[in-house]
């Protein structure tokens, strides 16, 4: 089993619709939890971080964790065309250094 | 700043040959650290600095990688010898001392294809 896993999509969403990322993780240790978004042939930028169940919102990013069922995902609304990337789920235990990324998850918004 | 930077961005070389890839980090960052991103794999961490001391390399696939920080300001990151499945794009990223890693911050990766 892998440490944090995501589909790999393509995940292919509607411009203006809700565009739904997942990720479960398998160290039930972990404590910080982070979506990152990747451009094409760009290093991946942090767009959203979660310590504690329930949601978090940013703008029209939400983020949701679950720990329980080990279980972090990501909503999107009113999905733009610019944001058709792929989505990296990172997580990190406490007091360990090591960021665990998934493989992503890759989106596009069709216009 | 400039941020992270990273050179060559891209790389291409025969298998056998050695390879260094380059990291500066932002100035006042004294954690560095060294990933590896495949498509199969994804995103990996090979190796760790703070305080320019590797504290965590357990990340590093074999022998054949070996990483340097021998001063503040810069990282090496080699491979000797190069193998095709080395083929990758390596990033290095770094932050504050204690930060959390919404203050990290990646470099923009150098590609690396190994014939």
């Known amino acids: 089993q892998k440490e944090v896993e995501q589909n790999s999509g393509p995940l292919s969403v509607p411009e203006g619709a809700i565009a739904s990322l997942n990720c479960t993780y398998s160290d039930r240790g972990s404590q910080s939890f982070f979506w990152y978004r990747q451009y094409s042939g760009k290093s991946p930028e942090l767009i959203m971080s979660?310590?504690?169940?329930g949601d978090k919102e940013d703008g029209r990013f939400t983020a949701q964790l679950n720990k329980a069922s080990q279980y972090v995902s990501l909503l999107i609304r009113d999905s733009q065309p610019s944001d058709s990337a792929t989505y990296l789920c990172a997580v990190n235990r406490r007091g360990n250094e090591k960021l665990t990324f998934g493989t992503g998850t890759r989106l596009t918004i069709i216009p | 700043d400039a941020g992270v930077i990273q050179s060559p961005r891209h790389e291409v070389t025969e298998m056998g040959q050695e390879v260094t890839l380059r990291c500066k980090p932002i100035s006042g960052h004294n954690s560095l650290f060294w990933y590896r991103q495949t498509m199969m794999r994804g995103l990996e961490l090979l190796i760790y600095f703070n305080n320019n001391v590797p504290i965590d390399d357990s990340g590093m696939p074999e022998d054949r990688f070996s990483a340097k920080m021998p001063n503040a300001s810069f990282s090496t990151l080699k491979i000797q010898p190069s193998e095709p499945r080395d083929s990758a794009v390596y990033f290095c990223a770094s932050r504050l001392p204690g930060q959390g890693y919404e203050k990290l911050f990646f470099g923009s990766g150098t590609q690396l294809s190994v014939l």
């Open positions: 979660i310590y504690s169940n």
